[in-house]
């Protein structure tokens, strides 16, 4: 009996042992990603991450793009999310397109995403104001990648970013609005450099009266930012609802019980309902 039962613990300990050996990592389905070395940005290394939807069919019509900022944390749940409001017809079929690193995510994030230096809120960000030469890279490299490669519908592109990458956002929306058709904003950090991008937004509204973009925008109510998130963010979100700019459908929202981070996975859900709504 003894023996019997030392045979099967063998088996049992051989069959654990082997399934352990035989991990994979989880990948996400229909995703596909390569490398950009930039020009522009110093020699930058771009991973870049491309999501496409269930049945893409590049023979039988274009698709729609969403940008994604912060690809490195926010690509993944952003393609699932996208995946379940499509299954559900919820919004259109869309091409996810992630901007990340290879390494340094952090810091050239703050590099990237800022188009100045803030000497005010944020001194840690010893590159800070790169946020040109990132736009160059999108515009003049990125896009004719992803243009070449996949049946985009240039008229139909969006962006999508996340505190620094919410400023980036707006940045854009202001100095070169032709990039966007839409853009999805969340917990931008608007109080950055003493609220120098409502500043802009102010020098914009002086020669343009038209703005033919859709722009949503949230922040949550426990966001513990209060200078650079919240009360810029509110200030902006009441001087666009007064302005009346033509063309402009502007959705703001204010997320009860929302933190900094937790307010993006319902931002993002809405924005994508408001920017690719069927």
Known sequence: MRIKVTVLLVFIMAGLINAQSVKD???LENTEK???TSKNVAGENYVIQVGLPIGYSPE???YPVLYILDGDKSFGMTKEITDWLIWSNEI???ILVGISYEEGWWLKRARDYSH???TINVKWVKEAGGADNFLKFVKNELFPVINQNYKTNQDSIAIMGLSLGGMLGIYILFTQPELFKGYIIISPS???NNNSIIKMEDEFYKNHKELNKLLYMAYGTLDNNKVLV???SKDFMQTIQKRNYTGLKFVPEVLEGETHISVYATALTHGLKT???R
Do not use: Q
């Open 190 to 192: 608007l109080g950055w």
């Open 25 to 27: 990592k989880v990948c």
């Open 275 to 277: 920017i690719f709504k």
């Open 60 to 62: 039988k019509k274009s």
């Open 116 to 118: 100045c230096a803030d």
């Open 34 to 36: 390569f490398t950009i």
């Open 92 to 94: 259109k079929e869309i």
């Open 230 to 232: 919240v009360n810029s």
